[in-house]
């Protein structure tokens, strides 16, 4: 069975970091171009970061650009988003997703599997 768990949300104060894993288990994450996505209350899901699979190469979504870094380890099977300079407007539930397509826009139909979502709340 292909399941994703998502796990290092948590509340953190501005300016503060956290780091979200996406574990996977049932297929390799290297077969895979990852991405990370967040639902913010009363908005759309909106894509945030990817991680290929050819190549390692990222994209980074223009509002979280130099803040967040997307990294893989496929010895551990999985794919990190670090969290820096976190601002209230990054509160959302985020989202990992795999897609087995060489992508160039993080439309969403394209990715496949789904984690749960993990809770990030910036608040002071």
């Known amino acids: 069975q292909l399941q994703f768990v998502e796990s290092g949300g948590g509340l953190v104060q501005p300016g503060g970091s956290l780091r979200l894993s996406c574990a996977a288990s049932g297929f390799s994450l290297n077969d895979y171009t990852i991405g990370w996505f967040r639902q913010a209350p009363g908005k759309e899901r909106e894509g945030v970061s990817y991680?290929?699979?050819?190549?390692?190469?990222?994209f980074y979504e223009d509002s979280v650009k130099g803040r967040f870094t997307i990294s893989r380890d496929n010895a551990k099977n999985t794919v990190y988003l670090q969290l820096n300079s976190l601002k209230p407007e990054d509160t959302a539930v985020y989202y990992c997703a795999a897609t087995p397509f060489i992508i160039e826009t993080m439309t969403q139909g394209l990715f496949d599997y789904w984690g749960q979502g993990t809770q990030v709340t910036v608040s002071s």
């Open positions: 991680i290929t699979s050819s190549d390692g190469g990222t």
